[in-house]
């Protein structure tokens, strides 16, 4: 008996068979079984927002009447940030504003000497042009080369990068030599004299009557302050004695 002859002779009891399985397997999987509850996400498609859309178009028209605006030539322009201050216009008093910096410059001089003078209070005493009688009379007897009837003017120049001489003194004595008197210099930072001697090469007089005036009067002026400046500035200072 092959195995087709068993298939027909127990079809009965096989298929009965494999139905019970069959039932059994379902069932099994039925009481094993879990279900998922899976909440579906929620997706925006579209926001609906009624709003009065006229402030919007107002908006709008004032920008374009801005750059309708922006796009003309400017023709004239007037500013006035504060109304102290100068204001440029057409009928601009040029006279007065000159006048005006020039006060502010006389101010800062005086600014800046009165700076000085507070260390060098001899600076206070007014210069004076005229010919010192005690000096005349005490060198006179001395010095041959002095006279009373003599009168030399004096004309002075100056050479101090970046400083500014603030107390100049040209000598008034008598003598009746002329020529020029060099003299080099050094400037501290405070616009003192600290140092001179007369310089040969450019001095085109050998007259002691000349020399010591101008090495006297010398050490007596006085330059602007400067302390970021080094410590001895070099310059010169040159007096031209011509006879009246």
Known sequence: MNIVDVIIKYNH???GTLAVHMILFVW?????MSFTVINPKEKVVAVLDYIDDSPILDI???????EAFDSEPITNVTANTNIDKTTYTSSFDTEK?????????KKLEADEFETISLDNPELL????SSINP???????KENKEASFGNDVVATASYSVKNRIALF????????????????LIKVNQKGKVVNHEIDVNKTSTDS?????????????????QDFNDELKKSGWVEFKYIKQ
């Open 13 to 15: 009891g096989i298929i």
């Open 28 to 32: 099994f999987n039925i009481e094993n």
């Open 60 to 66: 709008e028209t004032n920008l374009q009447d801005q």
């Open 97 to 105: 504003a000159d006048q005006q910096v020039l006060e502010e410059l």
């Open 125 to 128: 005493e007014e210069e004076s």
């Open 134 to 140: 005690q000096l005349i009379d005490e060198e006179a």
């Open 168 to 183: 100049k003194k040209t000598p008034s004595y008598k003598c009746k030599q002329q020529g020029i008197v060099r003299i």
């Open 208 to 224: 002691e009557c000349l020399i010591n005036s101008a090495l006297e009067y010398v050490k007596e002026w006085r330059f602007s």
